[in-house]
């Protein structure tokens, strides 16, 4: 007789954004110990404001409480899974699993942000990851996603740490969960230790 295991709900990402020719799309990522589910939110912000977090993190605005796995613990995970808005991507699928830090780009409209980071010694970056994964019954995708935390979470550690540590910490927490469910041959990391520097690497691919 085959015994088959329940399905484990494991973690809860609460905002990535995922980029989309109309404006960034915001999701919870809900991970089990099979797959992980992009749960659709209902937008939060401009369009305009939404790039602007893509790029250089949360808005400090507190108006959105984070949803909580504890939010999704009586969810029935098929019906997730079947809801056109959400994506769901199996883990034994996976390709490949990335994270990176690529530093913002100069504009000139960004004159303000540019010139409070060269105050605050700072870089204002957001951490992205691409999964590539294998379709069925055939075929590759992949989703990029950006770690950017809402204000409610973001606001009360600025008190006592700075906008970058909590950018790379969200993203390093995000890196976490899926290093504890992927193959390590599947996950490499590189990241920006400042606008304008060369990228280095944090993780490769099967290293230890």
Known sequence: MITVLPERKLALIHRVLVPDKDYPKEYAVLVTDRRSIFVRQKKTRSNFVLRQEM??????????????LEDYEEA???TLANDSDNL??????????????????????????????????????????EINYRLNPGGE?????????????????????????????YAMDTLGIYRSILPATVISSQAETGAGKQQSPIIQSGEQ
Request: aromatic residues 14%; positive net charge; glycine residues 2%.
């Open 88 to 129: 769901t991507i199996q883990h034994e699928s996976v390709i490949s699993f990335s994270m990176r830090a690529d530093p913002p780009d100069h504009r000139k409209r960004d004159f303000f942000v540019w010139m409070v980071m060269k105050m605050q010694k700072e870089i204002f970056q957001v951490y992205n990851f």
């Open 141 to 169: 995708s992949e989703v990029k996603f950006y770690a950017a935390p809402l204000g409610a979470y973001f606001k009360p550690k600025r008190q006592v740490q700075t906008r970058e540590t909590i950018l790379r910490e």
């Open 76 to 78: 029935s995970l098929e």
């Open 55 to 68: 790029r250089f993190g949360t808005a400090l605005v507190t108006d959105v409480i984070p949803k909580t």
